[in-house]
């Protein structure tokens, strides 16, 4: 039985500014760095980086699964790893996926990405940095203050955003319904709104189904389809539309990848404020899947560290 050698270290990373969304305020990013060594001395990282609060398992979890590990682990147990250890069975299965293809073959590729904005009127003053920096496309969180506020900061972003430019908006599952078919009205005459992601809690995928038929601004799930148990009952439950999904958390890669393909789903690949070994993990695994829309991966001034 094929077995490697084992190692991990858990790191935490300060945010350069508390990310806020209708979750909360998150401030420290904490995950795990893993390492496999297969008999050939050839070594692979992966990165376990957990977000509970889409429904992933904790931090606490994680260790408690690699100390219980050891220093060995067999293919086979890695594709044993539980489904409810996503960020685990990523982490893992990304680094087995890595020692079995050529070394070349694991190097990130390119694409083109999407920035996320600061919560609020601090978005106006980021938005020429990151169009100076190359930028395209652009994510902004809805649903953190009250929607006159968020409106008129809106309207003014939109004075700033480039004619050929897109921007996503993204509610965290925190509108009311009234909400949110307010701003899908007020941005259906927009063209460089991309999508409104995750507009509703993520149990009202019924709700979206309705109001992504009813208005013309095109609708996003993020949250309700963030475990790779959640995008299979999305799709059975009727969703067509367009999946967010963060591959950190979405479970084994190989799996994730054969579902994508086999129902041809419209996806993003977004960020879970992984370092840059979980995000050269994602890109290859979009690079796999042809994923064309922008990745919501620009995330690097999020952090003063260069992990």
């Known amino acids: 039985m094929k077995g490697y050698q084992?190692?991990?270290?858990v790191?935490?990373?300060p945010f350069r500014q508390p990310l806020t969304t209708s979750h909360g305020t998150w401030a420290i990013r904490e995950g795990i760095i893993i390492q496999l060594t297969d008999a050939n001395s050839r070594a692979e990282l992966g990165e376990i980086a957990p977000i509970p609060w889409f429904g992933s398992e904790?931090?606490?979890r994680a260790i408690e699964w690699c100390q219980q590990v050891g220093d060995n682990i067999t293919k086979d147990k890695i594709h044993l790893i539980p489904d409810d250890l996503p960020a685990c069975q990523f982490g893992f299965g990304s680094a087995l996926t890595a020692l079995e293809l050529p070394p070349t073959s694991t190097l990130a590729p390119k694409f083109d990405l999407s920035g996320l904005l600061p919560t609020g009127a601090a978005a106006?003053?980021?938005l020429p940095v990151l169009v100076q920096r190359g930028y395209s496309t652009f994510k902004w969180k809805i649903g953190v203050l009250p929607i006159a506020q968020e409106e008129a900061i809106w309207r003014q972003l939109m004075m700033a955003v480039p004619i050929d430019a897109k921007l996503r908006l993204d509610a965290n599952g925190g509108l009311t319904q009234t909400a949110a078919e307010r701003w899908l009205e007020i941005c259906s005459s927009e063209a460089r709104i991309e999508f409104i992601e995750q507009p509703l809690a993520p149990e009202e995928i019924e709700i979206a189904i309705e109001l992504a038929a009813k208005y013309h601004t095109p609708i996003a799930?993020?949250?309700s389809v963030a475990t790779f148990d959640r995008i299979q009952a999305a799709y059975a439950r009727g969703w067509r539309g367009i999946y967010v999904i963060k591959p950190g958390i979405a479970g084994f890669p190989w799996r994730l990848a054969k579902f994508v393909t086999q129902h041809q789903l419209d996806v993003v690949f977004s960020a879970v404020m992984e370092t840059k070994v979980g995000t050269?993990?994602?890109l290859r695994l979009a690079s796999d899947l042809k994923v064309t829309r922008s990745l919501g991966f620009g995330v690097e001034d999020w952090f003063d560290d260069d992990m």
């Open 11 to 13: 790191y935490r990373r």
């Open 58 to 60: 904790s931090i606490d």
């Open 124 to 126: 106006i003053a980021q």
């Open 280 to 282: 050269a993990a994602a």
């Open 6 to 9: 084992f190692t991990y270290s």
């Open 221 to 223: 799930l993020d949250e």
